[in-house]
């Protein structure tokens, strides 16, 4: 559903499971809302963005 995420994960050879760790987002949790399932809180898209620091929230949230 996250497309650009999906594509700045793919270039940092991050899987879903290894930006869980990195962020402390549960797993399953982190995949569903990934996939689209339920909603990612502000909180949680901040976390995110530390680790894809030159990309913005818009970008990396686009819903496609």
Do not use: Q, V
């Amino acid at each position: 559903m996250f497309s650009n995420l999906n594509a700045e994960m793919a270039r940092n050879k991050l899987t879903i499971k290894a930006l869980a760790e990195k962020t402390g987002i549960n797993y399953e949790s982190l995949k569903n809302k990934m996939s689209g399932a339920t909603e990612f809180k502000r909180s949680e898209m901040l976390l995110i963005k530390k680790e894809f620091p030159t990309c913005s929230l818009d970008y990396l949230f686009e819903a496609n």
